[in-house]
């Protein structure tokens, strides 16, 4: 049985058009339901860019990857762009050999990742 994910909203309220959720745990199929209601919770209905730290995740499948995807389309219908700070090596391989890392944008911190939605091409780096 896995630890479940946990969800934790630490956005910086003066950036109201961003959001950072720290995930900590595992993310699979046995908890996918409650992570993407977690999710859509903390992101709300207003703001558009999402930076998801992915330092504390020790553990991803490809449902844990489905809802990566779900929570990008949600972000990107609104206008907005997601960044992936700081995955374990193991996911961060699976991101680049599945083509996912370009889709998200991928950056070794949370401060590089806010960085990088606020330059103009987020996918640059």
Same mark, same amino acid.
């Given at each position: 049985?896995?630890?479940?994910?946990?969800?934790?909203?630490?956005?910086?309220?003066?950036?109201?058009?961003?959001?950072?959720?720290?995930?900590?745990?595992?993310?699979?199929?046995? *908890?996918?339901?409650?992570?993407?209601?977690?999710?859509?919770?903390?992101?709300?209905?207003?703001?558009?860019?999402?930076?998801?730290?992915?330092?504390?995740?020790?553990?991803?499948?490809?449902?844990?990857?489905?809802?990566?995807? *779900?929570?990008?389309?949600?972000?990107?219908?609104?206008?907005? *762009?997601?960044?992936?700070?700081?995955?374990?090596?193991?996911?961060?391989?699976?991101?680049?050999?599945?083509?996912?890392?370009?889709?998200?944008?991928?950056?070794?911190?949370?401060?590089?990742?806010?960085?990088?939605?606020?330059?103009?091409?987020?996918?640059?780096?």
């Amino acid at each position: 049985m896995s630890a479940a994910v946990r969800v934790t909203d630490v956005s910086d309220p003066s950036v109201k058009e961003m959001v950072l959720l720290s995930l900590a745990g595992e993310l699979d199929y046995t *908890n996918a339901e409650r992570f993407r209601h977690d999710l859509r919770q903390a992101i709300g209905q207003d703001r558009s860019d999402l930076v998801m730290d992915l330092a504390d995740l020790t553990f991803c499948d490809s449902t844990g990857i489905q809802e990566f995807l *779900n929570a990008r389309k949600i972000v990107q219908d609104r206008g907005g *762009n997601i960044v992936l700070a700081g995955p374990h090596p193991r996911l961060q391989r699976i991101l680049h050999l599945t083509g996912l890392a370009q889709a998200f944008g991928i950056q070794p911190t949370v401060a590089d990742a806010v960085k990088a939605l606020r330059a103009p091409d987020i996918h640059g780096g």
